[in-house]
């Protein structure tokens, strides 16, 4: 083949960087387990009828055909598509095995997921999420909204040692807004929300006018909205001055009490637990999901331009099956775009490429299995490494390491020695007690040389 | 949405099982890493023109369409299918990539591949496999034919302590068949590869007919080849018996003779390194992939019925850019029906199905911080363990955690106190320090109650 070139949207790493990758979904993982979470992991493909029924995401699906198929068996099968995101699956694998599911089910699932963009948006068209969600069976305490975005801001606050900035979690609650913006009598709520999720992109001049045009406010209305929407803090004060302007418009009702409450509740219980890192934050409001409680964003610190890395909520229907309903909460990490991020900035680096810590020489073909036989006792040992492809003159070996990034070189002789091509330093040992230094031993992402 | 039910030919697993597949699929990416292979994930696309250009897989393939894709620019785009396999991709990566990758490139990947199958066959549609690879760029010697499948055995015979049987890798070099078919007047090699291929299915009779209807062979051809297929042993005296039956047929030649030469050298190594599980076998044939040199099949011993679960060879051009040519020798496992097998037959099970080794009893939901902290402490030290949903009775939460499988249940109080509940055993106990015993921290996929 002639060289081919990337496929725009379906990003791929070489070896240093997936390095990197697997560093953070590995540690991911050990913090979703720390907290219970069960993995899981659902087939690629969903009925398309599932797919297309959930929002406007459904214009961007991959639909799967047979390249043999027969076309008078196509109506016949259920048509499926690649799925889009890991909650429809999950909403559906709920369903399908509920009565052999621990409920609550506090499961996480990293995995791809494929959105069928146009080639020239220059959008992941693949990407890795990694998602955390408590699904309950009939019913779901409240407690587990704020347990959810603690989970998550305490795996990425571990993400740090890699060389990850800091995170800030911005939360806010449906019922604030809905109750507000019935309260201040605009009752098209969704095209409330639709408005007001654009503050960040577009100002509040622009958002006022989409509050008047697409959501039927007067002057006075949208001036309300956006004042609400203006008011962002990391303690409970904040809930009080939602509570003041809320009934400074006369906007009253038990949606925005319990909304307050809850909101409260959580400003609280993060603030004793992560001190500054969760913030209330009256603009967010994830338009287009079905959220009906609590909502929420996350900014890398000195990354907001990236937007946010790990957004959920709370839905009283996740799913259902006509006679059990499941709610859920629940939140996602788009984790291509944070690893690009990282990869890109600099922010994170490995150690190497290859899993390999020592290059075992080889003094000519006829003694390879000597060789090879250090290489067992080493590996017997935890100690990754490799047998030099060719006994080529050792300087060619030495360099041959080099290359690849392999921090030792083992000479087989009487007695063995081993050498650390960084120093230089040569010394004899034995491979059935020798080690490298821990931090060698395997590849490792680290900070890199910035900020 | 009423309740779904699965769809054929894509696997899902329960969280206990996906508790063994992880456990598979760990235990084998760190023996490919002691080995100093590198970890790669590529995208799940190919170009529709590079997939269907290999062979007869290509019938199987999944074309992508985007749902709301414009008729007009459909032609414009190159048309996108799903991976059938993991070797296709790595051609593609290893020349598109190729001035920034360590040659030897030795690579290992782990995902999912799609097959479009027919729905009615009963066939896995979607599923997991594990290759190993080792890429030359220009050349690659032939010791790597021998190291590829000692690794592979050596990873398999590794999950020997979760309950995988043993497994025996059956051997055979494709310079030996065609080598011996020529010598004996057989030139059509493609299809008395493909006849010999089917010994193990349909016997020797069926073989003999086929070698005679589709490869052209007389009745003494046939006979002879069917002699070697026959022919198999764990040491290099089989070697020396196909020389004699080559010789006695009047088969000789340069091709065999080297054949003969690198299968004595694998079994002759093997035996040294790995001692009976590498078998020299005639009549493994991999009729339809392109190898040129070793090719390799493993079994598990007393599930023969399976057939292979672990198979590759050698191919003299994995991929060429034009000017250079990029030889390679690999072997893919397939873990999804494997590890199907183990559950299925209850070789392999998990100790529990969630994380969590604690569940942190609440008191009452005022206190339910307290329980959090303890969760805390716990976690700090890498115990993983949940807090109980409600406050209900401290039954009810120690049931709770029995449904789920948790060993120990913690109640908070002065002193804090852990029951393990399999016991029954209760005693006093200090979040800061207590940690449950090692083989219960984390869930473990163990050999179930069968053989």
């Known amino acids: 083949?002639?060289?081919?070139?990337?496929?725009?949207?379906?990003?791929?790493?070489?070896?240093?960087?997936?390095?990197?990758?697997?560093?953070?979904?590995?540690?991911?993982?050990?913090?979703?387990?720390?907290?219970?979470?069960?993995?899981?992991?659902?087939?690629?493909?969903?009925?398309?009828?599932?797919?297309?029924?959930?929002?406007?995401?459904?214009?961007?699906?991959?639909?799967?055909?047979?390249?043999?198929?027969?076309?008078?068996?196509?109506?016949?099968?259920?048509?499926?598509?690649?799925?889009?995101?890991?909650?429809?699956?999950?909403?559906?694998?709920?369903?399908?095995?509920?009565?052999?599911l621990p409920f609550p089910f506090r499961r996480y699932q990293i995995q791809k997921v494929w959105r069928g963009e146009r080639?020239?948006?220059?959008?992941?068209?693949?990407?890795?999420?990694?998602?955390?969600?408590?699904?309950?069976?009939?019913?779901?305490?409240?407690?587990?909204?704020?347990?959810?975005?603690?989970?998550?801001?305490?795996?990425?606050?571990?993400?740090?040692?890699?060389?990850?900035?800091?995170?800030?979690?911005?939360?806010?609650?449906?019922?604030?807004?809905?109750?507000?913006?019935?309260?201040?009598?605009?009752?098209?709520v969704e095209a409330v929300l639709r408005a007001v999720d654009k503050l960040d992109k577009v100002g509040p001049d622009v958002v006022g006018e989409l509050l008047r045009t697409q959501a039927g406010a007067n002057p006075a209305q949208a001036a309300a909205m956006l004042e609400l929407a203006g008011l962002t803090g990391s303690d409970e004060t904040v809930v009080d001055r939602v509570g003041e302007l809320a009934a400074r418009h006369g906007a009253t009702g038990d949606l925005l009490s319990q909304g307050l409450e809850e909101l409260g509740a959580l400003v609280a219980a993060a603030a004793a637990r992560m001190p500054g890192v969760v913030h209330a934050d009256l603009k967010i409001a994830r338009g287009l999901d079905y959220y009906t409680g609590s909502v929420y964003e996350t900014l890398l610190v000195g990354h907001e331009s990236l937007g946010s890395v790990c957004s959920g909520g709370r839905y009283d229907t996740l799913a259902t099956d006509g006679s059990t309903t499941y709610p859920g909460v629940g939140l996602s990490i788009g984790v291509s775009r944070l690893v690009?991020?990282?990869?890109?900035?600099?922010?994170?680096?490995?150690?190497?490429?290859?899993?390999s810590a020592v290059l075992v020489a080889v003094l000519d073909e006829g003694s390879r299995s000597v060789s090879d036989a250090v290489a067992g006792r080493l590996r017997a040992r935890g100690v990754p490494c490799e047998v030099a492809p060719s006994a080529a003159k050792l300087g060619k070996q030495i360099r041959h390491a080099d290359r690849r990034g392999i921090p030792f070189?083992?000479?087989?002789?009487?007695?063995?020695?081993?050498?650390?091509?960084?120093?230089?330093?040569?010394?004899?040992?034995?491979?059935?007690?020798?080690?490298?230094?821990?931090?060698?031993?395997?590849?490792?992402?680290?900070?890199?040389?910035?900020?």
Do not use: C
């Not at 990758?21 to 979703?32: M, P, Q, S, Y």
């Not at 990694?130 to 603690?150: K, M, S, T």
């Not at 690009?340 to 899993?355: C, D, F, K």
């Open 119 to 188: 080639p020239q948006d220059g959008r992941f068209r693949e990407f890795t999420q990694a998602d955390i969600d408590v699904v309950g069976q009939g019913a779901l305490p409240f407690h587990h909204e704020v347990e959810l975005p603690l989970v998550m801001a305490e795996a990425l606050t571990d993400l740090r040692s890699l060389g990850v900035p800091p995170v800030r979690v911005r939360v806010n609650n449906r019922r604030v807004m809905e109750g507000f913006s019935r309260g201040v009598g605009l009752e098209d």
């Open 1 to 100: 083949m002639a060289r081919p070139a990337p496929l725009s949207g379906f990003p791929e790493w070489l070896p240093a960087d997936r390095v990197v990758e697997r560093a953070v979904l590995d540690r991911l993982a050990r913090t979703f387990e720390l907290h219970g979470f069960v993995n899981v992991e659902t087939r690629a493909v969903e009925p398309l009828e599932q797919l297309v029924s959930k929002g406007e995401t459904s214009k961007e699906v991959y639909v799967l055909r047979r390249l043999q198929e027969d076309p008078d068996q196509e109506g016949q099968a259920a048509r499926l598509g690649l799925h889009f995101d890991l909650t429809v699956p999950l909403a559906r694998y709920v369903v399908e095995n509920a009565g052999r």
């Open 409 to 451: 070189v083992w000479f087989p002789g009487e007695p063995d020695q081993v050498k650390d091509i960084r120093s230089g330093e040569q010394v004899d040992a034995d491979a059935s007690t020798w080690s490298p230094p821990q931090e060698d031993t395997w590849p490792r992402a680290v900070p890199g040389d910035v900020g």
């Open 340 to 355: 690009s991020r990282l990869l890109g900035s600099g922010a994170t680096v490995a150690t190497r490429q290859v899993p």
